[in-house]
């Protein structure tokens, strides 16, 4: 029977010096490939030349967005950063989000979607900016606001969103009271105060928006007992009672301690 001949096994010197020249010729082989992919990347062939803009542009033409971000954009079409690029395209007003990608050989594609604003932000308090549907704040030029009368929110930084979501819910509730609401406070103490378009203010208090929506459907749905008996125009009212609401009407001052 043919016996297989068995080589012993290298020296462990020998061994180490194998492993160590394989590592060494990946480590080279991946540095050619990457000096390649960057020799490659800055032809002249990959060079960007041009961009796409579409999407929602009610504030912003296809030829300012290029105008403004191309000259941001750093690198060929194979080495441009796309998040850079997305940063660049977000940073112009009333962009709230942008979408970049390549398309071959030398172009990018970028959809873009605008804020859409919904109101005013601390208007009152020094540090003015618009928020929009989704109850971000954000800043840009007041002259390029199409609506000419918009809510006034106010509320802690990072509040703008429930500031918002409170608005949405008091605006119906409040309607039955033939003015529109205008503004809407929510100060550091947590407390509501509300305006109407007419000059009434009604002060909400503190509470979850279930509570105060229907403190406040409480207060429609029973002033006009309180109109009927005196026929005098509200000026102020106060919401903040467990058990019913003041009201300041002009000439006369009295308190509705009713439930309902």
């Keep these: 029977m043919a016996r297989t001949a068995t080589m012993p096994p290298l020296p462990f010197d020998v061994r180490l010096a194998q492993a160590g020249a394989n590592v060494l010729f990946t480590l080279l082989a991946i540095a050619l490939l990457a000096a390649a992919m960057w ?74 979607e605008e804020h859409r604003v919904a109101a005013l932000w601390n208007p009152d308090t020094g540090g003015e900016g618009l928020v929009n549907t989704f109850g971000e704040v954000f800043e840009a030029n007041l002259g390029d606001v199409e609506d000419e009368i918009l809510p006034r929110l106010s509320g802690p930084a990072g509040s703008a969103a429930r500031v918002l979501a409170m608005w949405h819910v008091l605006e119906q509730v409040l309607q039955p009271l033939g003015s529109p609401l205008e503004s809407l406070l929510l100060n550091g103490h947590g407390t509501w105060r509300a305006r109407l378009a007419n000059g009434v203010a009604i002060e909400l208090g503190r509470g979850e928006p279930e509570a105060l929506a229907a403190r406040a459907a409480r207060f429609v749905r029973t002033l006009p007992q309180v109109s009927v008996a005196f026929q005098r125009p509200l000026l102020a009212a106060d919401l903040r009672h467990a058990d019913g609401y003041a009201v300041r009407l002009k000439g006369v001052t009295t308190t509705n301690g009713s439930r309902n």
């Design 39 to 112: 020799w490659l990347a800055r032809l002249p062939a990959f060079n960007l030349r041009g961009i796409t803009v579409e999407g929602d542009l009610a504030h912003n033409s296809p030829l300012t967005m290029r105008a403004v971000v191309a000259p941001k954009l750093t690198g060929s079409f194979l080495s441009l950063d796309l998040e850079r690029a997305r940063e660049a395209f977000e940073s112009v007003p009333w962009v709230r989000h942008a979408i970049v990608r390549r398309v071959w050989p030398d172009r990018l594609a970028v959809k873009l």
